[in-house]
């Protein structure tokens, strides 16, 4: 490995961190005794090259460069694109794990630069999932050999679907690479398809060998994809592995699986055997620093491991930071903390063990001193913005989130560690299709662009497989408060301590019309959720609807307009209602 490791003992050795670090010092990891005044330039510098300039791909990747991107494909090739993708429940409940997208071939060009045969399929799990402006990959080598543009094979564009400031993705990475931790390169594009502007997109960097090999001196070793799994051993054929597939020698996913099961007394040393330690805390940390709430410590998603084959070690690298910079947690709703994430069992058993949290959280003070500049986290939110056109709200959002975030964390900081309850489930993944139930139901309301529940609405709703009709039942159409870009037909129901539960069901705008909507990822589907009106953000979420369809008799977008229709789904059920 390159400056890597030369690096990683370094880093935690700036500012008085706690003497109780030394009890690690047998499993390989830093003992800071003295202080260093080198942290910012160390912190700055890890992991760049001498020569950004030198690197493939190092104009496309110009964080101040707004790039075209302009896909030809024919009819029938962008209608499969759009439609594609894992039913949600099915998904959810791990019936779903080897679905692959289709690729087609298309014109793209970039810059005034046009290539043949390029291969684009569509992208995403679940939660970016859209048939309007559908997340892609290109690859300029699968069909045409040794190609490239700018030295780079393939782009990766994300579609913003969760984040109309258009900002989460590219500051949230700059962030970790700010930290020392290995994360790609980004900056954003203005896609269109068959000449139709789709919007702002975000070009992010491909994990691949011409990314590994920046980081480690070599690039043949096995790279993991963790979407909804563990290094647990029921997840072992779960897990996708990005490389070396055909050999599938997970020898070393057996390794860390075992280190992970050991007693407390002989975790780290075990622990530091396959891991290199003090880079998955700095891993570990930006995710927390950075809200990255989707992600390995938030919910065993979004995220990649590679086992280095120089040093034997596994390294963590961010991915789908779409959703960062936000506190929800849909996936642990009794965790309100803002210093701590620990679901992935690594983070969750070095949280729970007494040096391990120490040692977290004197990383967390370090790398948030160095690495939370809120001026200039302010300032790229408005670059950004103007940038891209992004809604004046949006930015202000995200702006808001940064102030909050960074207090909240200076405030738990000054007092004792947080508890964290549950995390580092070893539940297996299985297909569980007969945990989806029947849900179903019709409705008659009307459009209020305020979003404001009003009584005397209509609604005869089934979940999971029961009448659902309370004693009083709000209703309404609007806007989706989550995507401005749908609409939503919704029933809420207050509790009597307070809380209210809603079932939404929501559409694209520009589909919502008379007719039958096929339901698609989170985008044309339904939520049920518990939330406290006085805070939006305690919202749990307590099942899902997917998998069928919404039917809309009546679909006036006039204030005050009709609304009606009927949906038939599945329904997987998170929490009781």
């Known amino acids: 490995m390159r400056l890597f490791v030369s690096v990683s003992v370094l880093l935690l050795t700036l500012g008085g961190c706690d003497n109780s670090i030394s009890s690690g010092a047998d499993a390989g990891l830093a003992s800071p005794d003295t202080a260093s005044t080198a942290g910012p330039e160390i912190l700055s510098d890890f992991g760049v090259p001498a020569d950004p300039s030198r690197v493939p791909g190092a104009t496309l990747f110009d964080p101040d460069s707004l790039i075209d991107v302009s896909v030809e494909l024919s009819p029938e090739d962008w209608e499969q694109i759009r439609w594609e993708g894992r039913d949600l429940t099915r998904a959810l409940t791990g019936c779903d794990r080897d679905f692959e997208y289709t690729y087609v071939r298309g014109r793209v060009s970039i810059g005034g630069e046009t290539y043949d045969d390029v291969a684009v399929r569509k992208k995403g799990f679940l939660g970016s999932l859209s048939s309007t402006r559908p997340s892609l990959k290109l690859n300029f080598g699968k069909y045409v050999d040794d190609r490239t543009h700018e030295g780079m094979k393939r782009m990766t564009l994300n579609n913003n679907e969760q984040d109309p400031s258009n900002t989460h993705q590219c500051m949230a990475y700059a962030l970790f690479a700010k930290a020392g931790v290995m994360a790609p390169r980004c900056n954003l594009a203005r896609v269109t398809v068959n000449g139709e502007e789709l919007g702002i997109y975000t070009h992010v960097e491909s994990v691949k060998k011409p990314m590994l090999r920046r980081y480690f001196e070599d690039d043949s070793g096995n790279l993991y994809e963790g979407q909804g799994a563990d290094f647990i051993p029921e997840h072992r054929e779960f897990i996708e592995l990005k490389t070396n597939e055909e050999e599938n020698d997970r020898s070393d996913f057996d390794r860390l699986s075992a280190a992970l099961r050991v007693a407390d007394e002989d975790l780290l040393p075990a622990l530091a055997d396959v891991i290199d330690l003090e880079a998955f805390f700095r891993f570990w940390v930006m995710e927390v620093i950075t ?74 003070r370090i790398l948030f001193d160095h690495v939370w500049n809120e001026p200039e986290l302010l300032a790229e939110a408005e670059r950004i913005g103007a940038l891209t056109g992004a809604p004046a709200w949006s930015i202000e959002a995200q702006q808001e989130f940064i102030t909050r975030h960074g207090a909240a964390i200076l405030r738990e900081l000054d007092a004792a560690p947080v508890e964290w309850v549950g995390g580092g489930a070893s539940s297996p993944i299985m297909c569980f299709a007969d945990l989806a139930t029947e849900a179903r139901g019709t409705f008659s309301t009307r459009w209020l662009s305020d979003n404001s529940p009003t009584p005397g609405q209509t609604a005869e709703l089934v979940l999971n497989g029961q009448p659902w009709m309370p004693d009083l039942l709000l209703g309404s159409a609007g806007y989706d408060q989550r995507d401005p870009g749908l609409a939503q037909v919704r029933y809420i129901s207050p509790q009597a301590d307070g809380m209210l539960i809603a079932v939404g069901l929501s559409i694209p705008l520009e589909r919502f019309e008379v007719g039958e909507h096929r339901m698609h990822g989170l985008e044309t589907a339904g939520i049920v959720f518990r939330f406290d009106p006085s805070d939006l953000a305690s919202a749990t979420l307590i099942a899902f609807i997917g998998d069928g369809t919404i039917t809309l008799d009546e679909a006036s977008l006039e204030e005050g307009g009709v609304i009606s229709g009927s949906f038939e789904g599945r329904l997987l059920q998170l929490q009781p209602l």
Do not use: K
């Open 291 to 364: 809200g990255h709430w989707d992600s390995y410590s938030g919910g065993r998603n979004n995220y990649l491991a590679y086992n280095d084959p120089t040093s034997g070690l596994f390294y963590f690298i961010p991915w789908g930071t779409d959703g960062s910079f936000s506190m929800l947690r849909p996936f642990t709703p009794e965790n309100t903390a803002a210093t701590v994430l620990a679901q992935g069992l690594i983070a969750s058993r070095l949280y729970n063990h007494p040096v391990g949290r120490r040692m977290y959280f004197d990383r967390l």
